[in-house]
């Protein structure tokens, strides 16, 4: 099994190049998709974020208010801490879950947003690195994602920076351009991953 930490900046295309890994036939564990899991309604999960942080950030029907518990978290590094404090664990609990599942010749693809900033390079044989400039992902967030641009930048100031990314890559997929053009830089990455495998 090859072991692949894939991260990027909020807005970088992380989700698109996983993705197009899956299609290639990795194993895609998607950190995101687990987080959301492990605080939907009846779990321990939030169940310790309405401790945290109050019942105003739930919704009328019991489910987490996910934009409002952002706004409180992305404006105070303390209280995002609290919050990962809370989910990451969990988090890791359920992608161990589903490594022990993966077949010995999987390449197995571990989509995680704050690799970087959890230190987690160390926790992969090779890390990817979906880029592209803060310019751009801060065009993307307010234009695709219907964010404001005050929103848009705390959440990118809340993650480590390029430069920090960078510094732990084995691979850079460079996503500023066109999906023809991030089509074969994954092709390429590819390609190399499975002469690792």
Known sequence: MLKVGLTGGIGSGKSEVARRLAARGAMVIDADKIAREVVEPGTEGLARVVKAFGEEVLREDGTLDRKKLGAIVFAD??????LNSIVHPLVGRRVAELQAAAPDDAIVVYDVPLLVENGLAGSYEVVIVVDAS?????????????????????????????????????????????????????????RRL???R
Do not use: C, Y
């Open 77 to 82: 590094r303390d209280k995002l801490a609290t």
């Open 194 to 196: 499975l002469t690792l």
């Open 134 to 190: 803060d310019e751009i992902r801060l065009d993307r967030l307010v234009r695709l994602r219907g964010m404001t641009e005050a929103d848009a930048k705390a959440r990118i100031a809340a993650q480590a920076s390029r430069e920090e990314r960078l510094a732990v890559a084995d691979f850079v997929i460079p996503n500023e351009t066109t999906l023809d053009d991030l089509d074969a830089h994954v092709d390429e990455v590819w």
